[in-house]
Nanobody, 121 residues
Framework: VQLQASGGGLVQTGKSLRLSCEAS????????IVWYRQVPPKEREGVAC????????DYADSVKGRFTISSDTAKKTVYLEMNTLKREDSGFYYC???????????????WGQGTQVTVSS
């Protein structure tokens, strides 16, 4: 099982980035994929989640209206489109997967290694 996150980098405030989470080794269909971010020593924060079993998406209040999560089942990849980036969006972003519905609780079975996002003014 592997979750490979990519797409991070250094970007100016107000700009956009698209992260990808490519999955392998598990069915993907009927799984929920979540994006977390963390800036040590702060707690991990759930950013966005998508689940195919109920076709729902969920977002943290801090990113609603700016971030969009989407899924390409054929490619087994989940994307996180991040627009109008702010400095506080900086962090280490990683994806996780579990069978079933979305949650931001750390109940996930599979975890990826993540990608760094740095937003500068």
């Amino acid at each position: 099982v592997q979750l490979q996150a990519s797409g991070g980098g250094l970007v100016q405030t107000g700009k956009s980035l698209r992260l990808s989470c490519e999955a392998s080794g598990f069915p993907f269909v009927d799984y929920a994929i979540v994006w977390y971010r963390q800036v040590p020593p702060k707690e991990r924060e759930g950013v966005a989640c998508i689940s195919s079993i109920d076709e729902k998406e969920d977002y943290a209040d801090s990113v609603k209206g700016r971030f969009t999560i989407s899924s390409d089942t054929a490619k087994k990849t989940v994307y996180l489109e991040m627009n109008t980036l702010k400095r506080e969006d900086s962090g280490f972003y990683y994806c996780a997967a579990k069978r079933g519905r979305c949650t931001f609780a750390p109940e996930y079975d599979y975890w990826g290694q993540g990608t760094q996002v740095t937003v500068s003014s």
